[in-house]
Structure formats: C-alpha cells, structure tokens
C-alpha cells in the first residue's frame, strides 16, 4: 500500500507557471508507475502525464511541451511542472501510483488548480 500527498496547486493567470508535488509514504524506487489525472467540472478523470520506474514518460496531447513530470526516488516524490497554463488546464488534479503493471491505481486526495485572469 502507499498513500499520496499532493501539494502546490492555486490560482494562476493564464500563460503562468505552477508547480505540483506528490510525496507517497513510502520508497519509490520499485513503484512500476506514477503521474498526474485531472478532473474537470462535467467532465471525467483524465491522464495528464505518467512516468514509470524505468523513466518512461508519457503526455496528454493537450499538455506535451508545456508540462514536465520527473521522479525523485530520493524523496519519493513525483512532480509535475506546469508551464504556459491556460484557462483549459483548471481542474482538480490527482496523484496516483501504480505498484505494479496488473494492479489498481492508489489516489491521493486532489489540488485544485484554478487558471484565470
């Protein structure tokens, strides 16, 4: 099992930068994959970027080159640097980890990240 903290989400403008964190309860090192959904108002849960304990990193189309997922095993984190936001980008996102390729995903509890002048 592992539980999930997220951290650093707010209010920014559009075309600003925020950053988001994930810390989980225990070593990193061997989960097979962690990342970022989002879940905006009427709408379902989506994948925003996920990266595997080999590095493998994958992106929403929406997303690809303005935001940047890395794994520190160091200190269990995940993080998510989000760059050039736009109003589209508002919604809660979560943290999840994935233990092994087969299993269910662990979710932490969400950060609002709001995008608005």
């Known amino acids: 099992q592992v539980q999930l903290v997220e951290s650093g989400g707010g209010l920014v403008q559009p075309g600003g930068s925020l950053g988001l964190s994930c810390t989980a309860s225990?070593?990193?090192?061997?989960?097979?994959?962690m990342g970022w959904y989002r879940q905006a108002p009427g709408n379902q849960r989506e994948l925003v970027a996920g990266i595997t304990r080999g590095g493998s990193i994958n992106y929403a189309d929406s997303v690809q080159d303005r935001f940047t997922i890395s794994r520190d095993n160091a200190k269990n984190t995940v993080n998510l640097q989000m760059n050039s936001l736009k109003p589209e980008d508002t919604a809660v996102y979560y943290c999840?980890?994935?233990?092994?390729?087969?299993?269910?995903?662990?979710w932490g509890q969400g950060t609002q990240v709001t995008v608005s002048a």
């Open positions: 225990r070593n990193i090192f061997s989960i097979y994959a």
């Open positions: 999840y980890a994935e233990l092994t390729h087969w299993g269910d995903p662990y």
